[in-house]
């Protein structure tokens, strides 16, 4: 499994890693000495802070999701001359203020404004890491040789932000036979902040866990926050956290690190927009929101190859797991989908319809809209992508995030409906070969006429009855809005546990309190079916049935009317077995009454709480 940043290595550089490392130390050796090196006069802020004038309120950070630019997907491409002296050799000084001059000549002006500087910045071109005698990251002196705070106030110079990296926990170089000091923390060491049998963690065993029952940890992190502020960085990736990250478990569980951060940046003075890093568990979304301003859903988007991402290495994992987080992204904390690489064209790795997917799903579902992209080699195609000012507006407007309407199947539709009374839509067909894809207005809750417009093309398409269909190559997708003029539809709910229903093999009814009539139908696996008798309808035709389900990961079942042949369809996850989430499906119906099976087939299928049949 591929993992994040800096740590997200192949075998050669893992063996670097592993011979740059400190020995572990098996005690706090009372008669041991150990050198640390001095850090740059430049890099040794200490006082607290004082806020620009012109930074952001902390209470506004992330009211929006933020726009701007990370080092980590050229540092992890093998594409040729991006890395010349060795694997992650991209990051360096010369290389961010590069960047930073480009965004501010091509996307400032679009809404882009943080500049922000990945793993690996204490770190030589053989991944050997430099601490300062705090045991806080040190910046290395070729990479960065005017130190770090020279680099964000160039930053800033431009009228951006500026962004800066750590992993969660404390740094197994930096321990230093635990005698090295913590900053503004009398008497209290390495040694006093960590557990006693050297437990490591974060997603690559990289550090030694933090325990926080110990009075000298906060101040640990409290000495790493006002280093950054005091250097005038305004965002901090905090890497490695878990539960998630690819671990799970007491060891590996840094909720209390970030609430440390969160605390510790307050106490700064200083606004830092703090996110959090990678595949982080849904589990614990409450705590994300709680400490931070945004969290990555899924693991690394580049591909780790001759190019900065791939379609199937891991752009198109989004569709199926950004579903279950779309009801926690809003102001304040938003879904992160990482990096949004679509602006290089043959270093992206991608084709254009994908390229336009990709921003699609991006600006849909809230997330950041920070690129990983060369800047000073944007195409023409590319910077389209990045400056079109509806999709933008999309983004970062008061509309929610969109989720699926439909099932997660190769052709879909995403939607949200936004405070104007207007939806957004989006068509995609995520299959290899080019598909026909349907927006019927029923699964938006509609029927009649509505307008049309492309948001990609900026141009109103007309008006259009009941639906739109578009004819997509593989891989491609549409962006609308779309304005009704028609009808609300009105639905008829059947419960799932109504005793009219047929339950076969193992279903059964449930308690489920977040269902409409307080149950649900599950224990549908493995020839699990359940039957709904006596669906009346009054007309033949096609009819968009809405149904209602929880599904703690994606599932798939059967659906089929009168005893014909059923259709198998994926159910987007709704992140837990507590929420409810609805879905469109087309049935087939007589004129009268009815039956609708749900069927598990031979795998697991979603529990049911009820379906919707519209009414006309």
Aim: charged residues 20%; glycine residues 10%.
């Amino acid at each position: 499994m591929r993992s994040s940043s800096y740590f997200a290595l192949p075998a050669r550089a893992l063996l670097v890693l592993a011979l740059a490392a400190v020995a572990v130390p098996t005690a706090h050796a009372a008669d041991t000495t150990t050198a640390v090196p001095t850090a740059h006069a430049a890099d040794t802020t200490t006082a607290v802070p004082i806020a620009h004038a012109a930074d952001t309120p902390a209470a506004a950070l992330a009211a929006k999701p933020y726009m701007g630019w990370s080092s980590w997907s050229m540092q992890s491409s093998k594409y040729p001359g991006l890395n010349p002296d060795g694997d992650y050799s991209y990051l360096t000084e010369a290389n961010v203020l590069k960047q930073t001059d480009a965004m501010a000549a091509k996307l400032k002006k679009y809404g882009y404004e943080y500049v922000n500087i990945d793993a690996g910045w204490w770190m030589d071109k053989t991944w050997k890491s430099g601490y300062d005698q705090y045991g806080r990251q040190k910046p290395d002196p070729v990479r960065f040789p005017s130190g770090m705070k020279a680099v964000a106030d160039r930053i800033h110079a431009k009228g951006l932000k500026a962004g800066i990296y750590l992993p969660a926990g404390l740094e197994k170089g930096a321990y230093g036979d635990g005698r090295t000091p913590i900053w503004n923390a009398e008497g209290c060491t390495t040694a006093d902040i960590v557990y006693d049998d050297l437990r490591t963690t974060n997603g690559w065993d990289s550090a030694y866990k933090l325990d926080f029952s110990k009075p000298c940890t906060a101040k640990y992190i409290d000495s790493q926050a006002q280093l950054i502020a005091g250097w005038g960085y305004d965002f901090l990736k905090l890497d490695g956290v878990g539960p998630g990250s690819g671990k799970n478990g007491d060891q590996y569980d840094n909720v209390a690190d970030v609430a440390a951060w969160h605390q510790a940046i307050a106490d700064t003075g200083r606004p830092i927009h703090l996110e959090l890093s990678w595949s982080l568990d849904i589990g614990h979304a409450a705590d994300w929101k709680k400490y931070s301003q945004g969290w990555r859903v899924d693991t690394d988007v580049e591909c780790y190859c001759n190019t900065l991402v791939s379609w199937e290495n891991s752009v198109d994992d989004r569709w199926d797991d950004t579903p279950a987080w779309t009801r926690h992204a809003g102001p304040g904390g938003w879904n992160d989908l990482d990096s949004l690489d679509v602006g290089n064209g043959e270093m992206d790795g991608l084709t254009k319809a994908e390229r336009q997917s990709y921003a699609t799903l991006w600006a849909i579902a809230k997330s950041p809209l920070y690129t990983g992209d060369d800047l000073t080699r944007l195409d023409s195609y590319g910077l389209s992508l990045l400056t079109n000012r509806e999709v933008i507006a999309l983004n970062q407007g008061p509309n929610p995030p969109a989720r699926p309407v439909t099932p997660s199947d190769p052709q879909q539709v995403w939607a949200a409906k936004n405070p104007d009374g207007t939806y957004t839509v989006a068509l995609f067909n995520l299959a290899d070969a080019p598909a026909a894809v349907t927006a019927d207005w029923a699964a938006l809750g509609f029927t009649g006429k509505a307008a049309v417009r492309d948001l990609w093309n900026q141009e109103n398409l007309g008006t259009y009855k009941n639906k739109v269909t578009q004819a997509l190559p593989a891989h491609g997708s549409r962006l609308f809005t779309v304005t009704p003029h028609g009808q609300q539809l009105t639905w008829t709910a059947v419960e799932a546990e109504s005793s009219a229903n047929t339950l076969t093999g193992n279903a059964s009814v449930a308690d489920c309190s977040a269902c409409s009539g307080g149950h649900k139908v599950g224990n549908l696996y493995v020839g699990g079916r359940l039957t709904f008798n006596d669906i009346v309808v009054a007309k033949a035709g096609t009819y968009q049935i809405r149904v209602a389900y929880i599904s703690g990961d994606s599932r798939s079942a059967d659906i089929s009317a009168n005893g014909g042949g059923a259709t198998r369809h994926k159910f987007p996850a709704t992140g837990d077995w507590g929420t409810v989430e609805t879905v469109s499906v087309p049935v087939t119906l007589k004129a009268g009454s009815n039956t609708i099976a749900v069927d598990s087939g031979t795998g697991y299928a979603p529990d049911i709480d009820r379906i919707d049949i519209p009414k006309s």
